[in-house]
């Protein structure tokens, strides 16, 4: 009984739990179906909502695509518009052409006709013209006796024989031209030669070379950017010619005087090792007071050799200075006292005051010292000086009177003349090359220190170029390049020379301080 109980109540557990899962389950059912309906509305609303969108979104574009559709048609109207006002253009400018074309056209046959009508009176006219002369050559024949040929034959010898005597003519004219032309280019030959001489002749007379102890100081003298070479040729007015020629340094200048100073300045420079524009200037300076020096003690050994005592101290100056000259290529202070010389020789046969003739035969030539500073004979120049500084006047006589600027009346005078010429005269005594050479060179450096405001000039490759120095106070920038164009004409004007001559004015300012 107890296990039927027990089976009783496990049934009846059973049957309840099934009634309870099964009344579970449908309340989860409707419940799911509930949530179902629910999802179902939101999601019917929420596709009505962007159909709505979707549908206003096409509304959007299809307007957006009407509005770019009306412009592009606008533009397009616009551009057919133009072309067509463009057609409208070009076909009036054709029409007008073409109406152009058709007044041509009958223009051209007007003129077609004009031309055939002119090419009928042309035959017409011919035609004419060939029957008169048919019938003047008739008459000729029957003036003149003569066929055509006759006459076609007379004719030609008479051309033959005026083309002879033309022939003959232009064959004189040609052989003279060839003769000119000769001679011409014969006189260019000898000239070429004649200066190839002399160029190198002046190139051992007028270049000094300076020895250097090594290459480096080269770049040293020309320092930088040129400063310290243009101060140097600025200062001494002597051309520096740096080459490839090893350890050495070259001075151009047709003045020994100016080359010695040059080269004093240079050795010293390069001895004291600073080389610079104010030092430069420095040591041109004290060589040139040295060699003012070096000259006066030279002319005072000249007057010992030459036995003559007494003489002015500015004399025996410039007598130094003369060492420094020449004259033919020979040495003005050498033929003085070769002149010195020869008068005692000369008055000591004739009888005559042999100390006075070898004291004018000594300072005959005294005017070269300064003919490049004062205009006129150096005769005459040296006779004023010597004047000037108490000579006797039969010493006055002898010097003015020695190239006969004035008649010599004194036995003395004709005594310095006669050993002048003794002295110069003797065989390679002398070379006329480099006098004409240097006085050239004389001329250029006068005719640029002849202007005003010019204080140092200075010729310089070998007479090519001169370089004028002037003065800032009284020349601006703008008259320089004046100067420089009035010197250059005065040069053309007044100097012959081969080639061309460069002119350059140089206008330099200088400040200078001392600080203490």
Known sequence: MTVIYVLCALLAGCAGGWILNKIIARKRLGDAETLARRIVLEARKEAQVQKKELILQGRDDLLTQKREQESE?????????????????????????????????????????????????????????????????????????????????????????????????????????????????????????????????????????VSLPSEDIKGRIIGREGRNIRSLEAATGVDLIIDDTPETVILSAYSPLRREIAKMALERLIQDGRIHPARIEEMVQKCTQEMDVRVREIGEQATFDAGVHGIHPELVHLLGQLRYRTSFTQNVLQHSLEVSALCGLMAAELGLDEKKAKRAGLLHDIGKALDHEIEGPHATIGADVAKKYNESKEIVHAIAAHHEDVRPSTALAVLVQAADSISGARPGARKELLENYVKRLENLEAIATSFEGVSKAYAIQAGREVRAMVNVDTVDDDMTYVLCKQISEKIERELTYPGQIRVTVIRERRAVGCAK
Do not use: W
């Open 73 to 209: 048609f606008r533009d397009r109207e616009r551009e057919i518009k133009n072309r067509e006002r463009k057609l409208e253009d070009q076909s009036a400018r054709l029409d007008e052409k073409q109406e152009k074309a058709t007044a041509r056209e009958q223009e051209l046959l007007v003129q077609e006709k004009e031309l055939t009508r002119r090419e009928r009176q042309i035959e017409e006219n011919e035609g004419y013209l060939q029957t008169r002369i048919e019938e003047q050559e008739r008459k000729l024949v029957e003036i003149a006796g003569l066929t055509p040929d006759q006459a076609r034959a007379r004719l030609m010898a008479d051309v033959r024989q005026k083309s002879l005597h033309e022939a003959a003519r232009m064959a004189r004219q040609i052989e003279s031209d060839a003769k000119e032309q000769a001679d011409r280019k014969a006189k260019e030959i000898l000239c070429m030669a004649i200066q190839r001489y002399a160029g190198d002749y002046v190139g051992e007379q007028t270049v000094t070379a």
